[in-house]
T-cell receptor
């Protein structure tokens, strides 16, 4: 069966510090991978999606970047965090080529607080 | 006008009641998702549908493409159904738009 892992579960970082959140998927090959953010009191927002190794698309211009160094690994990064980067970050996957017309499977999320 | 709207915003029900959550959207879509977000933040996909009706246990989801409207029904509601229910639409390509969510509380 497929599983999706995210770490860390919670993170408190000062403004201006770097960020690295990791997501890995097991039990499937060539998935589409996604990063979402949910700011406090707001809805979910798609940040990045990837259809393959090294292929990243960004939906919203921001202080963050994403990389996919391996087929089932997706990393969210920032060089210098802003207060507005605080939120709940979710990684998700879907079958390759399916995009949003296929079911999405979400990880447990990382709650980031920038102080 | 937001592309995806949900009603009601908040809903409190007694255990056993029949519950309906509505989602309306303004764009053409290829699929609509219903998601459940638990108090801890975790999200579970409930349904993905592009036409008609789907049923899973006590949950039923319907969609009317012509009217750009979908409903999520919960029969015989239970306190463990308390969560935020989110509608999201696949609006072509990698355009994926979320509704604001409906917060449901089911009281024992």
């Amino acid at each position: 069966s497929q599983t999706i892992h995210q770490w860390p579960a919670t993170l408190v970082q000062p403004v201006g510090s770097p960020l690295s959140l990791e997501c890995t998927v097991e039990g499937t090959s060539n998935p589409n991978l996604y990063w979402y953010r949910q700011a406090a009191g707001r809805g979910l927002q798609l940040l990045f999606y990837s259809v393959g190794i090294g292929q990243i698309s960004s939906e919203v211009p921001q202080n963050l970047s994403a990389s996919r160094p391996q087929d089932r690994q997706f990393i969210l990064s920032s060089k210098k965090l802003l207060l507005s980067d605080s939120g709940f970050y979710l990684c998700a996957w879907s079958v390759r080529g399916g995009g949003f017309s296929y079911e999405q499977y979400f990880g447990p999320g990382t709650r980031l607080t920038v102080t | 006008k937001n592309e995806v709207e949900q009603s009601p915003q908040n809903l409190t029900a007694q255990e056993g009641e029949f519950i309906t959550i509505n989602c309306s959207y303004s764009v053409g879509i290829s699929a609509l998702h219903w998601l459940q977000q638990h108090p801890g933040g975790g999200i579970v996909s409930l349904f993905m549908l592009s036409s008609g009706k789907k049923k899973h246990g006590r949950l039923i989801a319907t969609i009317n493409i012509q009217e750009k409207h979908s409903s999520l029904h919960i029969t015989a509601s239970h306190p463990r159904d308390s969560a935020v229910y989110i509608c999201a639409v696949a609006a072509g390509g990698q355009n994926f738009v979320f509704g604001p969510g409906t917060r449901l509380s089911v009281l024992p």
